[in-house]
């Protein structure tokens, strides 16, 4: 069975552009999960989707945005990128979308770095 | 509101030691718990969650961890450490239908040989 998968594997922009980055969840999973690692910031929760909508949000500016396309995979996309948003992005997947305990399967990542 | 905190970001033990990473939890309904490992350069693994069944739980690689309610606590252990352990080690925690998960700061283990 095929994992979760993330691309690009780097992306390299510049300051002020925007950046999208794709994952596709392990097959038969709805819920899409995204996660920003920054240097010493640790793992923070991005977003949430189930069945093509946005569940839930972290606390991120709304440059910070995405979508679930009907095969669930899904896209995050970022705006006006900042030097501080140079992170790993790790997405995962679920095969519940809400209730009982979500175990979240995750991605390699998406190296983003902002010069 | 749900918080972990991890005890120690860098934990370094002698090959074939007790490894302990410690965690604490603070929740205000019964926890979902869970430990992931992050290689170099690779996303995240699950070691092992805690799901409200038994209250010691064992994963892979000989990992376990003990959920003890009365100290809001799931510390991770292994009897006898690899160099292959060597890695981040996170611990997180949901409350399952928020269906988002609360990661600790992480710690980071290295094995001396």
């Known amino acids: 069975e095929a994992g979760v998968t993330q691309s690009p594997t780097h992306l390299i922009k510049t300051r002020g552009q925007q950046a999208t980055l794709r994952c596709s969840p392990i097959?038969?999973?709805?819920?899409v999960y995204w996660y920003q690692q920054a240097l010493g910031l640790g793992l923070q929760f991005l977003l949430w989707y189930d069945e093509g909508e946005e569940r839930n949000r972290g606390n991120f500016p709304p440059r910070f945005s995405g979508r679930q396309f009907p095969n669930y995979s899904s896209e995050l996309n970022v705006n006006a990128l900042e030097l501080e948003d140079s992170a790993l992005y790790l997405c995962a997947s679920s095969p519940l979308g809400q209730g009982s305990y979500n175990e979240q399967f995750f991605g390699p990542g998406t190296r983003l770095t902002v010069l | 509101a749900q918080s972990v905190t991890q005890l120690g970001s860098h934990v370094s033990v002698s090959e074939g030691a007790l490894v302990l990473l410690r965690c604490n939890y603070s929740?205000?309904?019964?926890?979902?718990l869970f430990w992931y490992v992050q290689y170099p350069n690779q996303g995240l693994q699950l070691l092992l969650k805690y799901t409200s069944a038994a209250t010691l739980v064992k994963g892979i690689n000989g990992f376990e961890a003990e959920f003890k309610k009365s100290e809001t606590s799931f510390h991770l252990t292994k009897p006898s450490a690899h160099m292959s352990d060597a890695a981040e080690y996170f611990c997180a925690v949901s409350e399952g239908s928020a269906s988002k998960i609360i990661f600790g700061s992480g710690t980071r283990l290295s094995i001396r040989p």
């Open positions: 929740s205000s309904v019964p926890p979902y």
């Open positions: 097959s038969g999973h709805t819920s």
